[in-house]
């Protein structure tokens, strides 16, 4: 059972626009900053977004990152075929003194 | 550029102890807080442990505390994970990761290595 909670799965056709969902508590969404990772199959995942709402030099302006009180959202505009990967969100967690990840949602680009 | 290259994984029986390796390059080791996070097969990421830039701070997940211990050389650039009392569910693959920002202790991971597969069975 993941600290964060994200939805397991989400699709969207190509050239739609999908957003995910990263739910916690005030112990971590509620007290730090957010990152996401996207991860394809047999590979390292890598940084998407980071600080809630900040991208990374060479990540695509169609990811975007946002947060309101314990929940945080990543949403991909024009969706593409290569965008078919799993996302996780994480944070600091201020009560365990470590660092929570979600479960993960898999992203299928129809 | 970064790289960063674990090694020390394999299959060990349950009880038993492993060492992994991360071997750090293309920037300065000593300046960055470092983490080891794990993913079993076929599930999500789990953290598991992160040391700061000087060695004077850890932290681990409930998961391996009192088992793992993370450790560095900073004069070999190298980072390390004591694995003691293996047990089953600590099969994974384990991956090192850098912290984004120099000294920082909790921020984001923007770097990572490709991960070391850990098969504990007897």
């Known amino acids: 059972q993941s600290v964060l909670t994200q939805p397991p799965s989400a699709s969207g056709a190509p050239g739609q626009r999908v957003t995910m969902s990263c739910s916690g508590t005030t112990s971590n969404i509620g007290s730090n900053t957010v990152n996401w990772y996207q991860q394809f199959p047999g590979t390292a995942p890598k940084l998407l977004i980071y600080s809630d709402n900040q991208r990374p030099s060479g990540v695509p302006d169609r990811f975007s990152g946002s947060k309101s009180g314990t929940s945080a959202s990543l949403a991909i505009s024009g969706l593409q075929s290569e965008d078919d990967a799993n996302y996780y969100c994480?944070?600091?967690?201020?009560?365990?003194?470590?660092?929570?990840f979600g479960g993960g949602t898999k992203l299928t680009v129809l | 550029q970064v790289q960063l290259v674990e090694s020390g994984g394999g299959v060990v029986q349950p009880g038993r102890s492993l060492r992994l390796s991360c071997a750090a390059s293309?920037?300065?080791?000593?300046?960055?807080?470092m983490h080891w996070v794990r993913q079993a097969p076929g599930k999500g990421l789990e953290w598991v442990a992160v040391?700061?830039?000087?060695?004077?701070?850890?932290y681990y997940a409930d998961s391996v505390k009192g088992r793992f211990s993370i450790f560095r050389d900073n004069s070999k650039d190298t980072l390390y994970l004591q694995m003691n009392s293996l047990r089953d569910e600590d099969t994974a693959v384990y991956f090192c990761?850098?912290?984004?920002?120099?000294?920082?202790?909790?921020?984001?991971?923007?770097?990572w290595g490709q991960g070391s597969l850990v098969t504990v069975s007897s």
């Open positions: 040391i700061s830039y000087d060695g004077a701070n850890e």
């Open positions: 293309g920037f300065g080791f000593r300046n960055y807080a």
């Open positions: 994480a944070a600091w967690d201020d009560s365990l003194n470590a660092v929570v």
């Open positions: 990761a850098r912290t984004k920002t120099i000294e920082a202790l909790i921020d984001c991971f923007d770097f």
